[in-house]
């Protein structure tokens, strides 16, 4: 079966840096590939989304790469913010949302003030 | 719009017992998952459902373990005997499967501590 790795466990940056979280995965027929956000306590909240027919996508200060090659894929954020503290998880699947999701063991990211 | 609904959102109770997870999927959704959280083993996919039928069921651990998913507006996950080692967040998810292949997105979850 598939099976996602992410690094680092633990990230801390100053407020105003940029934050990268890398994962890869295992099986090449995996698809797609999205990135959730978990704050203490609370349900996982998806961030972004890629597919595998796509090499970056963007969404305001949030971005995530993909190489199908190399098997991996990075979560990019810019000019973090105090509320971007969170910890983050990659994930992937074979058939989009419909299929189950493989998940990486988390980032925790500690934005310093 | 509401999103996925689970119940209850703590149990706490003593080896041995049955528990009963229940979940509504958001409305018009046709897959539904259920995931396990723990510090030790992170999210794992436990079952999940395509048009109310089990698709996959390799990553329920035991024999206790059991989900039902009657109609596409109701979920259940049962544990039957419980032990301490089931401890652990419970969440349900749901999503628009097909063509278009929309994203999962989770409920609240059960917080369940087995005694």
């Known amino acids: 079966g598939e099976n996602v790795e992410q690094h680092p466990s633990t990230l801390s940056v100053q407020e105003g840096d940029s934050a990268v979280i890398k994962c890869t995965y295992s099986d090449s027929a995996s698809n797609y590939f999205p990135w959730y956000k978990q704050e203490l306590g609370k349900r996982p909240q998806l961030i972004i989304d890629i597919r595998s027919n796509v090499g970056e996508k963007k969404d305001q200060r949030i971005a995530v790469t993909l190489n199908k090659t190399a098997k991996h894929f990075s979560l990019h954020i810019t000019e973090t913010q105090p509320e971007d503290s969170a910890v983050y998880f990659c994930?992937?699947?074979?058939?989009?949302?419909?299929?189950?999701?493989?998940f990486g063991k988390g980032t925790h990211l500690i934005i310093q003030p | 719009d509401a999103g996925v609904i689970q119940s209850p959102r703590h149990e706490v109770t003593e080896m041995g017992q049955e528990v009963t997870l229940r979940c509504k999927p958001i409305s018009g959704h046709n897959s539904l998952f259920w995931y396990r959280q723990t510090m030790m083993r992170g999210l794992e996919l436990l079952i999940y459902?395509?048009?109310?039928?089990?698709?996959?069921d390799s990553g329920m651990p035991e024999d206790r373990f059991s989900a039902k998913m009657p109609n596409a507006s109701f979920s259940t996950l049962k544990i039957q005997p419980s032990e301490p080692r089931d401890s652990a967040v419970y969440f349900c998810a749901s999503s628009f499967g097909g063509n278009s292949n929309q994203p999962q997105h989770f409920g609240d979850g059960t917080r369940l501590s087995i005694l």
């Open positions: 459902f395509n048009n109310n039928v089990p698709i996959d």
């Open positions: 994930a992937a699947s074979m058939r989009g949302g419909a299929d189950g999701l493989t």
